[in-house]
């Protein structure tokens, strides 16, 4: 079975899906309507479309300039660059928090993490977003 060819437009059709989602979480995070299984959620969701904001960006490059890159980082350089975020060391922390945030280290960084995502990280998002449609469009 053939699976469907991966588009720059596709890719930012699934991210904007689950800024839906993300969107929604941090709005009951600021609300104070969250506990701990919806926290779990929310930093689960802000993953996904963290990755899903890479690869729309991944795809970006390599439709307009057959560009591949090898990480994260030089794609968030690149694309700040080329103007498709608008703050660089914001979303190369981004990066680095999803770094420092694993399940597997015993270190409580889920306050931390949930409190980024909603000052910084989600309105960061969000500019991608209107950038990338605006770029598409």
């Not at 596709?10 to 926290?39: P, T, W, Y």
């Not at 969701?45 to 560009?67: D, P, Q």
Request: aromatic residues 10%; glycine residues 4%.
């Amino acid at each position: 079975m053939k699976t469907p060819e991966l588009t720059c437009e596709k890719c930012f059709e699934d991210f904007k899906e689950s800024m839906e989602e993300l969107g929604s979480l941090v709005k009951d995070a600021e609300n104070h309507q969250i506990d701990s299984r919806r926290q779990k959620r929310l930093i689960r969701s802000f993953e996904v479309t963290h990755e899903l904001a890479m690869n729309t960006i991944g795809e970006y490059f390599r439709k307009n300039r057959n560009t591949t890159f090898s990480g994260s980082r030089d794609a968030t350089i690149e694309a700040f660059n080329e103007n498709l975020i608008d703050d660089g060391k914001g979303w190369l922390d981004m990066i680095i928090d999803r770094i420092k945030y694993n399940p597997l280290y015993p270190e409580d960084f889920d306050t931390e993490l949930i409190s980024n995502i909603r000052k910084k990280y989600y309105r960061l998002l969000l500019n991608f977003e209107r950038i990338m449609q605006e770029k598409l469009d």
